[in-house]
């Protein structure tokens, strides 16, 4: 059987355990397309990002 060699420090024990204060991601209703977006990203539907259309809008709209 395994034995750790020397105890685990808490600033270690406090490293494993920051991922457990992640949260899921959010997500905002676009104005335009009412779709589901990341905040800070391309609309990927429309294409549009703060207004101005940077990609290409998706076919089969």
Avoid: C, I, N, W
Avoid at 31 to 47: F, I, N, Q, T, Y
């Amino acid at each position: 059987m395994a034995v750790p060699k020397r105890k685990t420090t808490p600033m270690k024990r406090g490293f494993r355990r920051s991922a457990d204060a992640l949260k899921a991601p959010t997500y905002v209703e676009d104005k335009d397309s009412g779709e589901l977006r990341r905040p800070h990203h391309v609309d990927l539907k429309s294409g549009k990002y703060r207004g101005r259309q940077v990609l290409a809008p998706k076919a089969g709209l």
